[in-house]
Nanobody
Framework: VQLQASGGGLVQAGGSLRLACAAS????????MGWFRQAPGKEREFVVA????????RYADSAKGRFTISRDNAQNTVYLQMNSLKPEDTAVYYC???????????????WGRGTQVTVSS
């Protein structure tokens, strides 16, 4: 499956962004879909994941209460709604697909090109 993230940009602290991850090649209903992010000089870190039907989700502590993952399997797209953004959310955000609900990068088999999110203070 090929993945392409979009929707990043520059936003002030407290603002919102909605990222989208469009998939092609295979249906995302076969996969757990996750979002990761990587800030400059830091390792890529888990943000959130959604089970195949979107019934179960798992959030990093940093994302709880502010970020929401959703998926439209019919449109083969996953979304990440980010509210109350903070400067420390600045990173390149990546979507990824996995066979199981996991939080480590090694467990994700397919990765999209990231989209830059910059939050100004």
């Amino acid at each position: 499956v090929q993945l392409q993230a979009s929707g990043g940009g520059l936003v002030q602290a407290g603002g919102s962004l909605r990222l989208a991850c469009a998939a092609s090649g295979r249906t995302i209903s076969n996969y757990v879909m996750g979002w990761f992010r990587q800030a400059p000089g830091k390792e890529r870190e888990f943000v959130v994941a959604s089970s195949r039907l979107g019934i179960r989700t798992r959030y990093a502590d940093s994302a709880k209460g502010r970020f929401t993952i959703s998926r439209d399997n019919a449109q083969n797209t996953v979304y990440l709604q980010m509210n109350s953004l903070k400067p420390e959310d600045t990173a390149v955000y990546y979507c990824a697909a996995a066979a199981r609900m996991e939080v480590t990068t090694d467990d994700y088999d397919y990765w999209g090109r990231g989209t830059q999110v910059t939050v100004s203070s």
